[in-house]
Structures are given as structure tokens and as C-alpha cells.
């Protein structure tokens, strides 16, 4: 996808600080960071946001938020963090590139914002 940050990642063409990476899913650190500990699991493939996700994709979110998860073990996150999806402009998506935030190390506030 041109113009798409998330897939310039991907690609290699900017750089990234990345945690994990496989066929199907990257994880990196957030460039600005709400939280402690903040980073971002995504597709490769270019899906736009939650609601652009096909059936086809069932799979690859249940392995990203899978994936998130022992990272934040792996990264001395442990087992309290606040998972995130914000989609649409609305509810602060930036980078229409789905992905999943996991915010940890502080205490979370509810509701969120
Ligand atoms: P959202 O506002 O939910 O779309 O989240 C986009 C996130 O991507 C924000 O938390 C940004 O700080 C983060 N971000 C944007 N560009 C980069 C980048 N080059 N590397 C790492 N994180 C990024
Ligand atoms: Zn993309």
C-alpha cells in the first residue's frame, strides 16, 4: 500500500524498533509512548482497520493479540495491560494500518478517553 507507514515498515524501507516478527505479524515499540512499555503488534498485509478486516482474518487477529500477549511477558509487562484498537478518525486511529496497542507498566484509568 503506498503512502502507508505501517507498510513502509514492513518493507524495511523506514526503520522500526522491532520486537518480533514472522510471516504474518510484526510487533514494535510505539514511536511515542502513552505508557511505560508500549508497543504495537500489526498484519504484514495491508488491512485498513477493524471494519475492513475479512473473515479471512480471524485467524491472523487471534494470533496477533496471542503474540502481544507473550511479549508482554517476554518484556517484564506481565499480566496487567490495556489492549487497543482505535478505529476511525473519530476514536483517535492516525495510521490506517490496522494494529493492536499494548500499554503496560502503570496503572490504567477506565473509562478511557
Ligand atoms: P493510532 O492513533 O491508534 O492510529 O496509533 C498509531 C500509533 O502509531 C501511535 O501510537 C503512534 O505513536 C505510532 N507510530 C506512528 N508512526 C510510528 C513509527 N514510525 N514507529 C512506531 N510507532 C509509530
Ligand atoms: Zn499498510
Not at 507498510?7 to 516478527?21: L, S, T
Not at 511477558?73 to 487497543?84: L, N, P, T
Not at 478505529?87 to 478517553?113: D, E, K, S, Y
Request: charged share 20%; aromatic share 8%; glycine share 10%.
Amino acid at each position: 500500500m503506498i503512502d502507508c507507514i505501517f507498510c513502509k515498515i514492513v518493507a524495511g524501507d523506514i526503520p522500526a524498533n522491532k520486537m518480533y516478527e514472522d510471516d504474518e505479524i510484526l510487533a514494535f515499540w510505539d514511536i511515542s509512548p502513552q505508557a511505560p512499555k508500549h508497543f504495537l503488534v500489526i498484519p504484514k498485509k495491508h488491512i485498513a482497520d477493524a471494519v475492513a478486516m475479512a473473515n479471512e482474518d480471524i485467524e491472523l487477529m487471534g494470533k496477533i493479540i496471542k503474540q502481544g500477549t507473550r511479549l508482554a511477558q517476554e518484556h517484564g509487562i506481565g499480566s496487567d495491560f490495556r489492549v487497543v484498537i482505535n478505529n476511525g478518525a473519530g476514536a483517535g486511529q492516525t495510521v490506517f494500518h490496522l494494529h493492536v496497542h499494548f500499554l503496560g507498566g502503570r496503572a490504567m484509568l477506565w473509562p478511557p478517553g
